[in-house]
């Protein structure tokens, strides 16, 4: 089969197809016929070496949908010819997605509804899931509740858009403006250009005085101005940032309004398939669409590294073998 590999961390010049053999389900294991594979910054980091270091030689991908090709002998909830997607491989415990077939444990993967398109749910595991962790299992997100969704353009962003919309939580979003009218329609209550000088009051006044949660994707950008937006008890999930010693000089104006924050990673969810059968629902009741921005084939996947990284664009890139 074909697959992208790395023999070495580095840019995106490491990645290469190769021709390698068809991998095996272990026991507890799918092995999936790739549809599609979303393309994620951590892939980059990966990739990179920016993380943990993986063992070499390497594939990328964290996210995939596609068809079960073979079931190891301990599955017994997974047929071959099942409509699949999942995530949580491609990080140095198993080879990645990026590939013609990969395998995945079956506890991290689930059925595909069949109104839902594979490259739809290809792109859609990291984004939404954490979309869905953040706000419903760390903020406990409620209807009529105002959000603050920093960056609502974004894979995560748009997912996190429609989840609030979802559970009629009252939207508010920061993007740049050519997107904001497609963030609207997407469920976003307001939507701020993120690049405005008066971003704090312009929130503030979006959400009556303050927001009852926040998921922020640059903590270095705004863990301080999550505390002045935040109403009092607001919960604020912390997912990601560029530099990674942001320090945090708002405690007195988080300890005044009880403000919690929370850091988290997805790949801690002590129940992914609980995740994407979530997921899985709201795309499947038109509650969640997955945005495919870019389509790109294996040999185009360094392109879609550097793209995913570099480029401005709303929802998601996706790898299609
Ligand atoms: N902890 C976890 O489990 C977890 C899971 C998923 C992702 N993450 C992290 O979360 C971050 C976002 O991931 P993603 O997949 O959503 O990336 P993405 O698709 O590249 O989205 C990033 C978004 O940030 C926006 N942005 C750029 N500058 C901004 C600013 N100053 N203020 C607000 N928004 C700004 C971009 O908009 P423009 O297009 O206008 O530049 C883009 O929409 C990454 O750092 C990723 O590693 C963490």
Redesign the pocket.
């Known amino acids: 089969m074909d697959a992208v590999r790395l023999h070495t961390h580095g840019g995106t010049e490491v990645l290469d197809v190769e021709t390698v053999d068809r991998p095996s389900p272990d026991s507890d294991e799918v092995l999936v016929e790739v549809a599609a594979a979303g393309v ?3 892939d980059t ?1 990966f990739r990179d070496g920016s993380y943990a270091p993986v063992a070499v030689p390497f594939t990328p991908g964290v996210d995939f949908a596609g068809t079960v090709a073979a079931v190891g002998g301990g599955v017994d909830r997974l047929a071959v010819g099942d409509r699949v997607f999942g995530t949580g491989i491609g990080n140095g415990s198993h080879q990645g997605a990026y590939a013609e077939y990969a395998t995945a444990p079956a506890r991290q993967v689930v059925t595909v509804p069949e109104p839902v398109g594979m490259d739809e749910a290809g792109a859609a595991g ?2 939404a ?2 979309a869905w ?2 706000l419903f299992g760390h903020a406990g997100l409620g209807p009529a509740e105002y959000c603050l969704v ?10 996190a858009v429609q989840l609030g919309d979802a559970v009629s939580a009252r939207v508010v979003t ?3 403006p ?2 904001h009218d497609a963030l609207a329609s997407l469920g976003a209550e307001t939507v701020l250009d ?2 405005r000088e008066d971003l704090e009051k312009a929130v503030l006044e979006a959400s009556d005085g303050g927001v009852d949660v926040a998921l922020d ?2 903590l270095d ?2 863990l301080q101005f999550d505390a002045a937006v935040a109403a009092e008890g607001c919960r604020v999930v ?5 530099d990674p010693s942001p320090g945090f000089e708002a405690v007195g104006t988080a300890r005044s309004k009880d403000v919690r924050y929370q ?6 969810a002590p129940d992914l398939r609980e995740v994407l059968s979530g997921v899985a629902h709201l795309m499947a009741s038109d509650e969640l669409s997955v945005e495919l921005a870019r389509r790109y084939d294996l040999a185009e996947a360094g392109e879609a590294q550097r793209a ?2 570099e ?7 996706v790898v299609e073998p």
Do not use: C, Q, W
């Open positions: 994620n910054p951590v980091y990291v984004a899931g954490t962790r953040a920093h960056g609502g353009s974004g894979g995560v962003g748009h997912a920061t993007a740049a050519g997107y993120y690049g994707h640059r950008d705004y912390g997912i990601g940032e560029n850091f988290m990673s997805l790949f801690n995913v990284m480029d401005s664009f709303l929802g998601k890139l």
